[in-house]
């Protein structure tokens, strides 16, 4: 395919979710918390947990992939790169994206790598792939974002205000060349703000320890999520809108030109207040943060297959995928489906 006037397309979308499912009900017998409690500050209602012997990170990307891959008309052989965004790989090395080409089978030597750029890594996985796509190195790539969670929380009332929030699953898309001008990833907007870093961190066991697994244990350190929750919305509340807005006015649009908003399910506090700032009605924006927490780097593209499978989206439809997370980074993509 000649490389003149050429574009991503996302050509297929699928996810996939663990079968537990955790209630804030079910939460209540192991920490001293309720279900309006949560509901009240986070708007999450259930979650899933991913169950031993049965989910990997690996394996429930390709679970996604092969639905995203079956929806493009592909299989797996057909993918000549692997993006890989997680913050939760199945080993500290080798990365995910390799363990996922095997799960998928695929034989030929491509390319596989992770993104680790947590709540918006599925966001700057997907401008990567779209760079390789645009200069003409490849015409198949799987971007994906995968998530377990729920083994590495502390589940006890220490640890409520983040163990509450976070759910397993992953999502996938396929991306393929486009040559229909104005149609498809229109643009990609990626930022980070370092000194922030330690406001939203698992910081333990770090490697800048002498034999760090001796160092936690001797000085009883945990290995659990550190949030500084109120510091962590109100930067959201401000990059959410920003980075939206940069990729409407840097091609032409406006707020009200958006057909669907798809946020990184971190709160729906923090997804209604950028609803209200942007003006968009209910229709227009896309939460399922209710029934699955916080997955990080999966939620988008969980999202994004919803609200393909539900019929919220169709050719056509101006949409804008956003995200902000721990690093601080945040990003956002403009898509002409």
């Known amino acids: 395919m000649s490389n003149s006037l050429r574009h ?9 979710v663990p079968d537990r499912v955790v209630t804030n009900a079910d939460l209540t017998h192991l920490i001293d918390t309720t279900d309006e409690w949560i509901q009240e500050r986070t708007g999450i209602r259930e979650r899933r ?3 031993e012997g049965k989910d990997t990170t690996a394996n ?7 639905k995203a891959l079956e929806m ?16 939760s790989p199945d080993y500290f090395f080798p990365g995910s994206g390799v363990l996922l080409q095997r799960e998928l089978g695929i034989a030929a030597p491509i390319p596989a ?14 401008s990567m792939a779209d760079q390789f796509i645009k200069t003409g190195m490849y015409d198949t790539v799987l971007v994906v974002g995968s998530e377990i969670h ?7 009332t220490r640890g409520r205000a983040v163990s509450v929030i976070f759910g397993d699953g992953a999502g996938a898309v396929v991306l393929r060349p486009s040559t229909q001008e104005g149609h498809g990833i229109l643009s990609t907007h990626l930022h980070s703000q370092g000194e922030h870093a330690e406001e939203l961190i698992v910081k333990e066991p770090g490697s800048n320890r002498n034999n760090r697994v001796d160092y936690v244990v001797e000085n009883h350190l945990d290995m659990y999520p550190y949030m500084n929750g109120q510091n962590v919305f109100k930067h959201a509340v401000v990059r959410f809108p920003q980075v939206i807005k940069e990729a409407l006015d840097q091609n032409g649009y406006q707020p009200q030109d958006i057909d669907m908003l798809i946020p990184h399910q971190a709160n729906l506090r923090i997804t209604q207040y950028v609803q209200q700032k942007m003006g968009l009605p209910d229709e227009k924006i896309f939460s399922n943060i209710q029934r699955y927490g916080n997955t990080t780097a999966a939620s988008v593209p969980i999202a994004l297959s919803e609200a393909v499978q539900e019929g919220r989206i169709k050719r056509g439809d101006l949409v804008c995928l956003a995200a902000f997370g721990s690093g601080f980074t945040w990003a956002s993509a403009l898509i002409k489906w």
């Open 150 to 156: 729920s083994s590495g929380l502390d589940i006890s």
């Open 113 to 126: 790598f992770d993104v680790r750029n947590q709540c918006s890594g599925f966001v700057y996985a997907l």
């Open 72 to 87: 493009a008309g592909l299989t797996p052989n057909d993918v000549q790169m692997i993006v890989f965004a997680t913050l």
């Open 8 to 16: 991503s397309e996302i050509a297929g979308v699928g996810h996939y």
């Open 60 to 66: 429930m990307a390709a679970n996604a992939s092969r």
């Open 49 to 51: 947990w991913f169950e």
